[in-house]
């Protein structure tokens, strides 16, 4: 069963940095791509960041172009999400997922995800 375990979050001030990892495991298929995401309290989740398993495509959501990188380590079935300048508004659960289906672009759409982790809090006060 593949599973994503998440990790990084914390309580920070507005302008520090984060790094969140995710961790892929129990999966015998090379995912397509991985993705962040994020969920505001009464919010709907939104994308983040998406990367191809090659870590030949990108994309990020406008909000965090310029502040937050996106990379891969295939050896370690893991991505990462380098988050700089950090702002009140990043606060949110922010998720993990897979795609493992093989397309030409990195998709933004919850529903296209295969698979999830479990969260992990970030707290950015002003």
């Known amino acids: 069963q593949v599973q994503l375990v998440e990790s990084g979050g914390g309580l920070v001030q507005a302008g520090d940095s984060l790094r969140l990892s995710c961790t892929a495991s129990?999966?015998?298929?090379?995912?397509?791509?991985m993705a962040w995401f994020r969920q505001a309290p009464g919010k709907e989740r939104e994308f983040v960041a998406g990367?191809?398993?090659?870590?030949?495509?990108?994309d990020y959501a406008d909000s965090v172009k310029d502040r937050f990188t996106i990379s891969t380590d295939n050896a370690k079935n893991s991505v990462y999400l380098q988050m700089n300048s950090l702002k009140p508004e990043d606060t949110a659960v922010y998720y993990c997922?897979?795609?493992?289906?093989?397309?030409?672009?990195?998709?933004?759409?919850?529903?296209?995800?295969?698979?999830w982790g479990q969260g992990t809090q970030v707290t950015v006060s002003s």
């Open positions: 990367i191809t398993w090659s870590g030949s495509k990108t």
């Open positions: 997922a897979l795609d493992r289906v093989q397309r030409h672009i990195v998709v933004i759409v919850t529903s296209l995800y295969d698979y």
């Open positions: 129990g999966h015998s298929f090379s995912p397509f791509a």
